[in-house]
């Protein structure tokens, strides 16, 4: 009796049409990305114009970092994912988040700077190409993956400010690992994990950290010139938008009520205090007199706090345009076009795969191949 | 049509796709890069403007000392003159060059003079045309390798297909053409 392999034969070819078309269609948008970034100069930060441009440089914290969730690792930016490690396919890269049990990607501000001088950037809206610093799943036995350091304080850390700061944390070693586990309160422990089936779990992380060289395609504007650099600063945050009519309506109803402190003093107290919570307060704060008093930063100190937090209006910035979203990419403009040029190549194979797929599912309805 | 003939046209239709997507990708970045010159070129004319307009109070602040080097600060004032914002590219070029070595000089004079280097407003008038000559320098910098990028895409393909069509021609550099570089007269 002849075996009807009809059903698994669409199935197939169904599955590489589909796949193929998402390679070619991946693959063109990156070969739009690299003409623009190959035709795009990089610029010097200390003379650059306002304008599109593109500067390369090193990473910068500003004025806050971020702790990664999956290897505790201090950056700017990461993108975190935890899922089952026997569901199917890994589409990997862009489709990680996919179904995935545990996905997180967040960003904050940071300055990078070249041989000339350095740029604060605003990344909210930005397009990422980070680099994968973790990528490994559960063994076999139950036992987690060496680089897996699960965060368990906050996602944000202030940044040191000075050069013996930052000597001090290169020197020291990373903090030893606490006897806790936050995968217990995600869902899952060594057998019966959140990705389900054998509990076996894959972890993928890409992160950009200060030191890293980077490409940085986009707008330079001034200061003064972005709507919210509170808003322009989190890349993924709140999506409530002050000049959204809902919110301005509420905020204008809750000053009329009164609900509204006048001034941040009211508001926050002391954390209102430049420099209070993040390195040292410029002024004493008004303390109950049974507390320690924190001790006053130097006049080089409140400088330098003063530097991070109060931009010029009139200083250039690297920020989103509506028609022009920062595109932020891992090392030297010629890594960036490569990678993506790459991608160009495996999206033409794609489209190869697209048509002999094509091919086939004719021939298998019309039944060229079944007879 | 059968099945086979919506596969072969579905391929051909494929095909096609990409081949218009990479002409029509080819054509915007060619816009682009058209676009990216003339903005270069307009931050240098704005400082090579600016350094137009700063020489004559440079000039006037060290003349009155430097009486006995009228050479070096006609050269200053002659260079200055040859500015013209209409000229061609590589015309501009030469002039820039010679304003940029006629500066020079004159701050090498002003080396011999230290009552002339104590004067805070020469001092300042100094630091801002150093500022603007670091400025030329990198936004010329800037300006010659979008122009290089910009002849070498409408060179290669696939841009340089529709570049007849298009009528795209090579862009000047912001350089001395190279039969107006003089070659230094040696002596052996």
């Given amino acids: ?371 | 049509m059968n099945a086979q003939g919506v596969a072969a046209a579905f391929a051909v239709g494929l095909l096609l796709a990409i081949v218009l997507y990479v002409a029509v990708v080819s054509y915007n970045a060619v816009m682009s890069l058209r676009q990216r010159i003339d903005k270069a070129w307009s931050n240098i004319d704005v400082v090579l403007k600016q350094r137009h307009d700063q020489l004559p109070a440079l000039v006037s602040a060290v003349r009155g000392v430097m009486a006995f080097e009228q050479d070096v600060l006609t050269e200053v004032a002659r260079a200055r003159a040859n500015y013209s914002p209409t000229e061609p590219i590589p015309d501009q070029a030469v002039h820039s060059d010679e304003t940029t070595r006629a500066v020079r000089s004159l701050f090498a004079v002003v080396e011999a003079y230290p009552e002339v280097k104590s004067n805070e407003n020469v001092l300042d008038l100094q630091a801002q045309i150093e500022r603007l000559e670091s400025m030329i320098a990198d936004r010329r910098e800037l300006y010659n390798d979008q122009v290089y990028r910009y002849n070498a895409r409408i060179t290669t393909l696939p841009t340089n297909l529709l570049a007849p069509l298009f009528g795209w021609q090579q862009r000047p550099f912001f350089a001395a053409r190279p039969e107006e570089l003089e070659r230094p007269a040696t002596d052996l």
């Fill in chain 1, 1 to 371: 009796m002849p075996i009807d392999w009809q059903p698994q034969g669409i199935f197939l070819a169904l599955a590489g049409l589909g796949v193929g078309l998402w390679l070619l269609a991946r693959g063109l948008a990156d070969y739009r990305e690299a003409t623009r970034i190959g035709d795009t100069s990089t610029s010097r930060i200390a003379t650059l114009a306002a304008g599109e441009v593109q500067v390369s440089g090193v990473i910068e914290p500003a004025e806050l970092t971020l702790i990664s969730p999956l290897q505790s690792a201090t950056c700017v930016y990461y993108r975190s994912t935890i899922d089952g490690a026997d569901d199917g396919i890994d589409l990997r890269a862009d489709l990680t988040e996919l179904g995935a049990d545990f996905f997180e990607e967040r960003a904050v501000g940071f300055r990078v700077r070249d041989e000339t001088g350095d740029i604060r950037v605003f990344p909210r809206a930005a397009r990422w190409d980070a680099p994968t610093t973790l990528d490994d799943s559960t063994g076999l036995m139950g036992d987690e993956p060496p680089g897996l350091r699960i965060r368990t304080g906050p996602a944000l850390a202030p940044t040191g400010l000075g050069r013996d700061v930052a000597i001090a944390a290169l020197l020291a070693g990373p903090e030893a690992a606490p006897d806790f586990r936050p995968l217990l309160i995600l869902g899952g422990g060594a057998h019966r994990g959140i990705g389900g089936g054998d509990g076996r779990r894959h972890y993928r992380e890409t992160t950009l950290a200060p030191g890293d060289a980077v490409t940085i395609l986009g707008r330079a504007m001034p200061f003064g010139d972005l709507a919210d650099p509170a808003e322009a600063d989190i890349a993924i945050g709140s999506e409530l938008a002050p000049d959204d009519a809902e919110v301005a309506g509420d905020i204008a109803e809750a000053r009329e009520a009164g609900l509204l402190a006048a001034t941040p003093e009211a508001a926050w107290g002391n954390a209102s205090i430049p420099g209070f919570g993040i390195g040292q307060p410029i002024r004493a704060p008004v303390l109950d007199p049974g507390a320690t008093a924190p001790p006053l930063g130097t006049a080089a100190q409140a400088s330098e706090a003063q530097r991070r937090f109060e931009i010029p209006p009139d200083a250039l910035v690297l920020a989103s345009a509506p028609d022009s979203p920062l595109l932020i990419a891992q090392g030297l403009p010629s890594a960036a076009v490569e990678r993506r040029e790459g991608h160009f190549l495996l999206g033409l194979l794609g489209a190869i795969l697209a048509i002999a797929s094509a091919m086939a599912l004719a021939m298998i309805v019309s039944g060229a191949l079944g007879s």
